[in-house]
């Protein structure tokens, strides 16, 4: 049985069939009514959707408790009326679950400038949450797919000082995968017991050298992000700079290998490359030479 990220204790996620595409599951959540920290990484693409402006601006005063998340309409170019939609997913799923609308990220990937079907929608996330505190965490994984081919999901633990941390994550993605994030959303959870500033700190670090580094057609998305949650439950020293360095470690590997997963899916892929440059001056410098290596068609 794939262990996921509802296997952690205080973390649940489901989801349903709305009819926002034509069949498979469309609307997903996650809940964490416990988190401790939030922090998230957002496409670079200025050209960015209503989910990702929104989630953006609650996590900078806020620690994120859930996410709602629609695959197949990605809710971009869509003007006030797909911001407002935006904002309505938000508030109907604080409504569901107790908690304020700046507490609630939103998630929409798929189709570009089309608005949602927002009926459908609202009678998905009341359908969806009416029992919040569902346990189907790979439900949840394939309800985010988009032209993926597969749910991708990782579970991993490690001794940070004394305590074992979990980390788990979903994600998707297999086009328009570049740098700086493209069409993938991922969501990672932790029983660590972390403040938000370190717990961004750390996935900034994490994202760059995994979901940031990796390409499959060298288009960046508009709707995409790296979420992060921390139930509290397992506390470490997040002063010893040791400890904290066996947390970063730990969810670099998690992230990376959730990149590694998007790029064996990637569209009209069937192999998987890693670049490996030795030599460089320094970090940045054989990631440039790396990608261009990555990205050249003679490749």
């Known amino acids: 049985m794939i262990q996921t990220i509802t296997d952690l204790e205080g973390v649940y996620a489901g989801s349903i069939h709305a009819g926002i595409k034509q069949s498979r599951y469309d609307l997903s959540y996650i809940y964490?009514?416990?988190?401790?920290?939030?922090?998230?990484?957002?496409?670079?693409?200025?050209?960015c959707s209503s989910s990702v402006k929104y989630t953006r601006k609650c996590l900078k005063n806020n620690i994120l408790k859930a996410m709602i998340i629609?695959?197949?309409?990605?809710?971009?170019?869509?003007?006030?009326?797909?911001?407002?939609?935006?904002?309505?997913?938000?508030?109907?799923?604080?409504?569901a679950l107790g908690l304020t609308k700046s507490e609630v990220g939103v998630s929409s990937t798929?189709?570009?400038?089309?608005?949602?079907?927002?009926?459908?929608?609202?009678?998905?996330?009341?359908?969806?949450?009416?029992?919040?505190?569902?346990?189907?965490?790979?439900?949840?994984?394939?309800?985010?797919m988009t032209t993926d081919t597969f749910s991708k999901t990782v579970f991993k633990q490690a001794k940070v000082g004394k305590k074992t941390i979990t980390i788990a994550g979903i994600a998707k993605g297999s086009g328009m995968i570049k740098p700086n994030m493209a069409?993938?959303?991922?969501?990672?959870?932790?029983?660590?017991?972390?403040?938000?500033?370190?717990?961004?700190?750390?996935?900034?670090?994490?994202?760059?050298?995994?979901f940031n580094s990796i390409t499959v057609d060298t288009d960046t998305s508009t709707s995409d992000m790296v979420i992060a949650f921390a139930t509290g439950e397992k506390k470490f020293a997040?002063?010893?700079?040791?400890?904290?360095?066996?947390f970063k470690a730990l969810l670099k590997e998690v992230c990376i290998d959730l990149a590694k997963l998007i790029v064996v899916d990637g569209e009209g892929a069937s192999k998987l490359i890693e670049v490996?440059?030795?030599g460089a001056k320094s970090y940045t410098e054989a990631k440039e030479v790396a990608m261009t290596v990555a990205e050249s068609p003679l490749v």
């Open 70 to 95: 629609n695959s197949g309409n990605a809710n971009t170019g869509t003007g006030k009326e797909g911001d407002e939609n935006n904002k309505k997913m938000a508030r109907l799923t604080a409504k």
């Open 238 to 246: 997040e002063s010893n700079n040791t400890e904290i360095s066996e």
């Open 183 to 210: 069409t993938m959303l991922s969501y990672v959870v932790t029983n660590a017991h972390i403040n938000s500033k370190l717990l961004q700190e750390c996935l900034k670090e994490a994202v760059n050298i995994s």
């Open 276 to 278: 490996t440059v030795e």
């Open 110 to 144: 798929g189709i570009i400038g089309v608005q949602l079907p927002f009926d459908r929608v609202e009678k998905g996330i009341n359908s969806l949450l009416k029992s919040p505190l569902k346990k189907e965490g790979q439900n949840a994984a394939e309800g985010i």
């Open 32 to 47: 964490v009514p416990d988190a401790v920290a939030s922090a998230g990484v957002f496409t670079q693409n200025k050209f």
